[in-house]
């Protein structure tokens, strides 16, 4: 099982729109995928046309009440399943501050998914703010997928990403925490700004970049009102066809670290 944060601290870049689509196409790649939605703001969730589900969210098992199996929910897709938020999260911040070992909160929740491995890859949709459920995320996660907008200021994002990684591994919280991937979004043809910007970020971080650039597309945006992810909503359009694309590109990345669709023989690299 391989723990995946779909994180940037920037707001809007595309985060949420990738955990839940990459969710999908993975899903729909025969991989046992398990999307925790750890943003109170609750975006992921609602992707998938949840809401008001109280008690249902990671906040039981992040302070060591309740075990995270509990909280597990099928999604309406084969091989999905999903952790949604509710309002409660939004209150685990501080709950979770005032104890002891609150980086490690999410790591030791996430423990007996680690020990059964009943999913290849859980995918965690990361608040925007450097709060302790985003810090958690940090501590608990086998790599980062970071999210770009292709606009102006990307390469300042992503200089401050690779600090915070550093910082995290400095500290003790996660040693082996690494920058999985680079995943240029709402990428617009017509400009040249976009294909600058995706040439700039190549040069500097080479391979981490995926090959699959995100394009911009309203199909994207408007998916979430109908509850319903773009492989559902738009199958055939550019934005599903990206997703898919990725998803390819994760797993054959991941090759050899996860074997999808063996129940008995995926091992992580744990
Ligand atoms: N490729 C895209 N094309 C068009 N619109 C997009 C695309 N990706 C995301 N969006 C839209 O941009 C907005 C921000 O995207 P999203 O919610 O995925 O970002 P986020 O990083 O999760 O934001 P936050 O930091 O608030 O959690 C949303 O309205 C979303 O529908
Ligand atoms: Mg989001």
Redesign the pocket.
């Known amino acids: 099982m391989k723990v995946v944060a779909i994180a940037?601290q920037?707001?809007?870049?595309?985060?949420?729109?990738?955990?839940v689509n990459l969710s999908a196409a993975l899903a729909a790649q025969q991989t046992r995928v398990l999307l925790i939605d750890l943003?109170p703001?609750g975006?992921a969730t609602s992707s998938f046309g949840l809401q008001g589900l109280e008690g249902q969210s990671l906040y039981g098992a992040l302070l060591g009440d309740e075990p995270v199996t509990e909280k597990v929910l099928p999604t309406r897709l084969e091989h999905l399943f999903i952790i949604p938020a509710d309002i409660d999260l939004a209150g685990a911040e501080i709950e979770i501050a005032r104890m002891d070992d609150h980086l490690s909160r999410l790591a030791q929740a996430l423990q007996p998914l680690r020990a059964d491995q009943t999913f290849d890859y859980v995918l965690l949709?990361c608040?925007?703010s450097l709060g302790i459920l985003m810090t958690n995320a940090l501590a608990a996660a086998d790599e980062l997928l970071t999210?770009i907008q292709c606009e102006y200021f990307a390469l300042e994002g992503l200089v401050k990403i690779v600090r915070l990684i550093e910082q995290i591994r400095a500290s003790g919280a996660n040693r082996e925490l690494e920058l999985g991937g680079i995943l240029m979004?709402?990428?617009d043809g017509r400009t040249n700004l976009s294909a600058q910007v995706v040439a700039d970020v190549r040069a500097h971080f080479g391979e981490r970049v995926y090959e699959t650039v995100?394009?911009?597309?309203?199909r994207?945006?408007?998916?979430?009102s109908f509850g319903k992810c773009i492989l559902e909503y738009d199958a055939h359009g550019s934005?599903a066809k990206?997703y898919r694309a990725l998803a390819a590109e994760f797993l054959q990345r991941h090759a050899g670290a996860v074997i999808p669709n063996k129940a008995e023989g995926s091992r992580g690299q744990t």
């Open positions: 940037n920037k707001g809007g870049v595309g985060k949420t729109t990738t955990a943003d703001q975006n949709d608040p925007p999210p979004t709402m990428f995100i394009p911009r597309t309203v994207l945006s408007e998916a979430p934005g990206a």
